[in-house]
């Protein structure tokens, strides 16, 4: 699309955002954070807000191929973004595009843009002790939410996943945002095991994950053994050599499924949870037993142009929404910049 006949869609797109933000609120689109006091800002302004709202070309190019126009927008829904257009800004899946093919497809010459895209408030976890208790381990963990420094009071679905055993429990945070679960594994199961913990503050949900060591030796990083791709509803999952799969499930706020094989991929199921969804798998590679997660959509993530020089800080504008993906809400960030202008 031609830089003039895109400056025009923009404006278009911003003013139809506004007239659908003031009509349905955060659950689509967010105001954003942008104090912009001149029209290059704006200029920014609105092309975030395009690629909001935009499908891009082709519509559903988040399920294969690449972009040839940018927008992120869902395609059943133009207020929603899309699961797969998101996972594959992520640079750690097999399925992601890169920069280099965003910024073409986007067609905005001199502009320069970074995406990150996070949770809306922070899960932390921690194994705090474990007792031996004959045949099986007690496990004590504890839980922190907050949001901008501040604790949350919410509700928390846990499970655990260990070789082809899962276990669940939920409980609550205080008024410092903190809570406490356990759970007890058998010694027989021994391998990486990981803790998942889905976060609902008042309909909003977030997610933290934890690896642990249940009888072994500490888990290696992630990606050592398989790495993870959710795409169209399909985990693929890409295993190094000698490791093989044990169990594969999905998690989410108020469900849990063990995943069905296609081949070497497992169908991720289409939920109506308002959630992230965490996939899990565990497998054997000679004498250890490994466990590796992904997120779907596949956030945090960020991708684009490094913003991050002392050149380039102060030339930087970034604006912030609260999106959609799946009924699910994120906190979208983009930044901008443009080299010809600044340099």
Do not use: C
């Amino acid at each position: 699309m031609p830089v003039a006949s895109i400056d025009f869609a923009l404006a278009a797109s911003a003013m139809v955002l506004l007239t659908v933000g003031a009509m349905y609120g955060v659950n689509m689109v967010a105001e954003p954070f942008l104090d912009y006091d001149s029209d290059v800002q704006i200029r920014y302004y609105q092309i975030g807000r395009y690629i909001l709202l935009a499908q891009g070309t082709p519509s559903n190019w988040g399920a294969g191929g690449a972009p040839t126009d940018l927008g992120l927008a869902s395609e059943g829904d133009n207020y929603e973004l899309d699961i797969d257009k998101i996972s594959r800004l992520n640079p750690l899946n097999d399925y992601s595009v890169n920069y280099t093919a965003l910024w073409e497809s986007l067609d905005v010459e001199d502009v320069s843009f970074r995406i990150s895209v996070e949770t809306l408030f922070d899960v932390s976890l921690n194994l705090e002790d474990t007792q031996v208790q004959g045949e099986q381990t007690l496990y004590n963990f504890s839980v922190t939410v907050m949001r901008e420094g501040r604790p949350l009071v919410a509700d928390v679905s846990y499970y655990v996943a260990v070789r082809d055993t899962t276990q669940l429990s939920s409980g609550t945070t205080d008024g410092d945002g903190a809570g406490t679960v356990q759970f007890t594994l058998p010694n027989s199961k021994n391998g990486s095991s990981v803790l998942i913990a889905l976060v609902d503050f008042e309909g909003l949900v977030s997610y933290g994950a934890l690896s642990f060591a249940h009888n072994s030796g500490a888990p290696e990083p992630a990606g050592t053994y398989a790495v993870l791709s959710p795409m169209n509803h399909t985990l693929t999952v890409d295993l190094t050599s000698g490791a093989n799969v044990i169990n594969a499930a999905t998690f989410s706020r108020n469900y849990a499924f063990n995943l069905t094989a296609d081949g070497s991929d497992y169908l991720i199921p289409r939920l109506l949870d308002p959630s992230p969804m965490i996939s899990v798998v565990t497998g054997s590679n000679a004498s250890d037993y490994w466990v590796e997660w992904v997120a779907y959509p596949q956030v945090p993530l960020e991708t684009g142009a490094d913003m991050s020089a002392d050149y380039v800080v102060s030339d930087v504008s970034s604006a912030s929404y609260i999106v959609s993906v799946k009924g699910a809400s994120y906190r979208f960030i983009i930044e901008f910049r443009s080299p010809e202008e600044h340099d």
